[in-house]
């Protein structure tokens, strides 16, 4: 759907939460989406909240993940998305001595709240209507976040592109949305 649409997206990835990345179809379903051009991100290991681990529980979460990504893609992300966007001075710091930046969102389409919902891409829409008041449209980048395990996240999705588009967006990965060229998104 999102070669159809020409939309490039970064995925940020646990390595076992919703999907176990030692097995397939995830291992073919990573390969792809970064052979077909979108960026690969970490999202930690198994998803804790990082502001409750020490520094040595942050590493393993986030050394085993860029384990998992590597033997798929070949490079691991610099990347990273917090679980739940929590951050503190430790989560931050570590971060950054490791080699990652961290990257939030500016808008939550809140999918998982309305997952399985009838009314789920009315219930988005809302959402998304909340968090773009403070955006100037289409003068002001932002990231948004969506989840690919949500129930019906293509037909969201495709209403998505269709939306924004309408309204003189472009699509592009959080590097791009950055101004970082692609070859600083890896190490």
Known sequence: MLKDNNVKATFFVNGNNFADLTV?????IL???HTEGHQIASHTLTHPDMTKLNAAQMWDEMSQNDVLIRNIIGKSP??????F????????SAMAT???QVVTWNIDSA???HNGSPNMIAE????????????PIPATPFISLQHDFVDNEIGWARHVITRF?????????VGECLGVPASQWYR
């Open 85 to 92: 966007g929590n951050v503190n001075a430790l989560v931050l």
């Open 165 to 173: 588009k309408k309204l003189g967006y472009n699509f592009v990965t």
């Open 124 to 135: 988005n829409d809302a959402s998304y209507a909340e968090g773009m008041a403070g955006h």
């Open 31 to 33: 390969r792809r989406a």
């Open 24 to 28: 397939e179809p995830y291992i073919s």
């Open 78 to 83: 610099i990347y990273m998305r917090p679980p």
């Open 98 to 100: 490791w080699g990652y």
């Open 111 to 113: 999918d998982w709240e």
